[in-house]
Protein backbone atom coordinates (compact mmCIF):
# COMPACT_ATOMS: atom_id res chain seq x y z
CA UNK A 1 0.00 0.00 0.00
CA UNK A 2 1.71 2.85 -0.76
CA UNK A 3 1.71 6.06 1.32
CA UNK A 4 1.60 9.55 0.37
CA UNK A 5 3.14 12.78 2.13
CA UNK A 6 3.28 16.29 1.48
CA UNK A 7 5.49 18.98 3.00
CA UNK A 8 7.27 22.26 1.95
CA UNK A 9 4.40 24.39 2.75
CA UNK A 10 3.53 27.52 4.52
CA UNK A 11 2.70 31.22 4.69
CA UNK A 12 5.33 32.97 1.76
CA UNK A 13 4.89 36.59 0.32
CA UNK A 14 3.76 37.55 -2.88
CA UNK A 15 6.22 36.87 -5.76
CA UNK A 16 8.21 34.17 -3.71
CA UNK A 17 8.87 30.62 -3.52
CA UNK A 18 8.35 27.00 -2.32
CA UNK A 19 9.26 23.67 -3.26
CA UNK A 20 6.41 21.04 -2.44
CA UNK A 21 7.58 17.51 -1.62
CA UNK A 22 5.37 14.64 -1.70
CA UNK A 23 6.93 11.44 -0.16
CA UNK A 24 6.10 7.62 -1.18
CA UNK A 25 6.39 5.16 1.62
CA UNK A 26 5.20 1.48 1.58
CA UNK A 27 6.01 1.13 -2.21
CA UNK A 28 8.24 2.42 -4.66
CA UNK A 29 7.19 5.02 -6.96
CA UNK A 30 8.18 3.52 -10.13
CA UNK A 31 4.85 2.55 -11.26
CA UNK A 32 3.17 5.77 -10.13
CA UNK A 33 2.68 8.83 -12.25
CA UNK A 34 2.05 11.82 -9.96
CA UNK A 35 -0.47 14.66 -9.79
CA UNK A 36 -0.67 17.34 -8.04
CA UNK A 37 -3.88 18.66 -7.05
CA UNK A 38 -5.00 21.77 -5.51
CA UNK A 39 -8.01 23.11 -3.45
CA UNK A 40 -8.52 26.81 -2.08
CA UNK A 41 -11.29 27.81 0.08
CA UNK A 42 -14.80 27.58 -1.44
CA UNK A 43 -13.53 26.46 -4.66
CA UNK A 44 -13.50 23.00 -6.31
CA UNK A 45 -9.97 21.03 -6.30
CA UNK A 46 -7.98 21.35 -9.48
CA UNK A 47 -5.19 19.60 -11.20
CA UNK A 48 -2.20 21.59 -11.35
CA UNK A 49 0.67 18.83 -12.62
CA UNK A 50 1.39 15.32 -13.30
CA UNK A 51 4.76 13.58 -14.63
CA UNK A 52 4.80 10.01 -15.78
CA UNK A 53 6.39 6.89 -14.13
CA UNK A 54 9.63 7.48 -16.58
CA UNK A 55 9.48 11.16 -15.83
CA UNK A 56 9.88 12.26 -19.59
CA UNK A 57 6.33 13.66 -19.79
CA UNK A 58 4.75 16.53 -17.72
CA UNK A 59 1.79 18.27 -17.78
CA UNK A 60 1.24 22.14 -16.38
CA UNK A 61 -2.04 23.44 -15.88
CA UNK A 62 -2.30 27.59 -17.91
CA UNK A 63 -2.78 28.89 -14.87
CA UNK A 64 0.99 28.25 -13.22
CA UNK A 65 2.41 27.19 -16.69
CA UNK A 66 5.67 29.07 -16.68
CA UNK A 67 5.66 29.54 -12.62
CA UNK A 68 5.55 26.20 -11.56
CA UNK A 69 8.04 22.70 -12.32
CA UNK A 70 6.95 18.87 -11.18
CA UNK A 71 9.98 17.11 -11.21
CA UNK A 72 10.53 13.10 -9.52
CA UNK A 73 13.45 11.69 -8.22
CA UNK A 74 13.11 7.75 -7.69
CA UNK A 75 15.80 7.05 -6.44
CA UNK A 76 14.56 8.61 -2.89
CA UNK A 77 10.84 7.79 -3.57
CA UNK A 78 9.76 11.59 -3.46
CA UNK A 79 7.90 13.76 -6.38
CA UNK A 80 8.70 17.73 -6.17
CA UNK A 81 6.81 20.96 -7.04
CA UNK A 82 8.51 23.96 -7.87
CA UNK A 83 6.62 27.12 -6.85
CA UNK A 84 7.64 30.54 -8.16
CA UNK A 85 6.46 33.94 -8.47
CA UNK A 86 3.36 32.58 -6.62
CA UNK A 87 0.50 34.91 -6.58
CA UNK A 88 -2.17 35.28 -3.86
CA UNK A 89 -4.52 33.15 -6.01
CA UNK A 90 -2.39 30.23 -5.73
CA UNK A 91 -3.01 29.84 -1.79
CA UNK A 92 -4.58 26.74 -1.31
CA UNK A 93 -4.04 23.27 0.22
CA UNK A 94 -2.10 21.11 -2.11
CA UNK A 95 -2.22 17.60 -2.35
CA UNK A 96 -0.42 14.63 -4.16
CA UNK A 97 -1.71 11.58 -5.45
CA UNK A 98 -0.70 8.48 -7.35
CA UNK A 99 -2.17 6.91 -10.44
CA UNK A 100 -0.36 3.23 -10.61
CA UNK A 101 0.77 1.89 -14.09
CA UNK A 102 2.07 -1.10 -15.06
CA UNK A 103 4.98 0.19 -16.82
CA UNK A 104 8.11 2.64 -15.48
CA UNK A 105 8.35 3.84 -18.73
CA UNK A 106 4.95 5.19 -19.65
CA UNK A 107 4.41 8.59 -20.39
CA UNK A 108 1.02 8.97 -19.36
CA UNK A 109 -0.42 10.80 -16.64
CA UNK A 110 -3.64 12.00 -15.95
CA UNK A 111 -5.83 13.85 -13.01
CA UNK A 112 -8.29 11.08 -12.89
CA UNK A 113 -8.35 7.50 -11.23
CA UNK A 114 -6.27 8.71 -8.64
CA UNK A 115 -5.13 5.10 -6.56
CA UNK A 116 -3.56 7.06 -3.57
CA UNK A 117 -3.59 10.21 -1.81
CA UNK A 118 -1.77 12.06 0.29
CA UNK A 119 -3.34 14.10 3.37
CA UNK A 120 -2.22 17.94 2.27
CA UNK A 121 -0.14 20.87 2.88
CA UNK A 122 -1.51 24.36 3.45
CA UNK A 123 0.00 27.14 0.85
CA UNK A 124 -0.52 30.86 2.15
CA UNK A 125 0.56 33.49 -0.19
CA UNK A 126 0.32 36.86 1.25
CA UNK A 127 1.90 40.14 2.79
Known amino acids: QLQLVESGGGLVQPGGSLRLSCAAS????????ISWFRQAPGKEREGVSC????????NITDSVKGRFTISRDNSKNTVYLQMNSLKPEDTAVYYC????????????????????WGKGTLVTVSS
Open 97 to 116: AAAQFYSRFSSVCRYTGMNY
Open 26 to 33: GSTLDYHA
Open 51 to 58: ISTSGLNT
